[in-house]
């Protein structure tokens, strides 16, 4: 079966029309890359929830489709969803005549959009500075603590330049 191939889904389950059930193969290898982000970092459920998002047909489902692609609880998937909204990976869309809201990746390319967006090494660094004024002075901890935060300054003050990059090279290749 080949990788984007889809199968009925279980039993008992009902799946609304044109929502595509990944297959065994689909899901396995979307749970071992989560995992991948998981061990770098980032929150295990979030990982789970956004590589459920991206390897779904239309880049969004419903937080019941979420729960039961993913085998978790509602407040599981809840709890992903906002993470992934606070951060700007996915965003909620309502459906006219539905109760239910989709969540849904960026139409642009959403990893860029949220990375240029994304203050984290900005707020990482005003906070290690502020962890690093709390140090003895002279301290080889605040040395450290210090080092920290002018790493983070760095990330900050190279990501523009890296997006742009890798938007040649995405077009590059188009």
Known sequence: MSADASVSAPAGVVVPAGVVVPDGVTAAAAERTAAAFAAAGFPKMPARTLLALVSSEQGSLTAAELAERLGASAAAVSGAVRYLQTVGFVHRVS????RRDLYALHKDEWYVVSMRNSPVYE???ALTDAT?????EGSAARAR???MARFYRFLN???PALL??????REAEQ
């Open 95 to 98: 459906q006219p005549g539905s």
């Open 123 to 125: 707020k990482l660094a």
């Open 132 to 136: 690093a004024e709390t140090l003895p």
């Open 145 to 147: 603590m210090g080092e």
């Open 157 to 159: 003050s190279r990501m």
């Open 164 to 169: 742009d990059d890798w938007e040649r090279e």
